[in-house]
Nanobody, 115 residues
Framework: QVQLVESGGGLVQAGGFLRLACVAS????????IAWYRQAPGKQRELVGF???????TYSTSVSGRFSISRDIVKKTVYLDMNILKPEDTAVYSC?????????WGQGTQVTVSS
């Protein structure tokens, strides 16, 4: 059974840093892409980025250069390192299997960036 659990969200000042984690049980990382999405109040869910099964990463233009995705295969965990946070990064961040929004989802973790 696939289960994704996010953690690490919280309140941070603009310019700060947060690390989110997504623990993925029941997933084989070598054949599974893990993506991070976010959804701000009143807005559509948007792709933040993903790490492909081979380990390559892709980011949206809004976070490229500030956010970084990595994984620890032994710990079955995917990380989202968020640097130079901006108030517009405030959202619920969720991880999912695949990058097409049709996979398994975690419950999400709230990130709030104060100005």
């Amino acid at each position: 059974q696939v289960q994704l659990v996010e953690s690490g969200g919280g309140l941070v000042q603009a310019g700060g840093f947060l690390r989110l984690a997504c623990v993925a049980s029941g997933v084989t990382f070598s054949i599974t892409t893990i993506a991070w999405y976010r959804q701000a109040p009143g807005k559509q869910r948007e792709l933040v980025g993903f790490i492909a099964s081979g380990g390559s990463t892709t980011y949206s233009t809004s976070v490229s250069g500030r956010f970084s995705i990595s994984r620890d295969i032994v710990k079955k965990t995917v990380y989202l390192d968020m640097n130079i946070l901006k108030p517009e990064d405030t959202a619920v961040y969720s991880c999912t299997t695949g990058a097409s929004m049709t996979g398994y989802w975690g419950q999400g973790t709230q990130v709030t960036v104060s100005s």
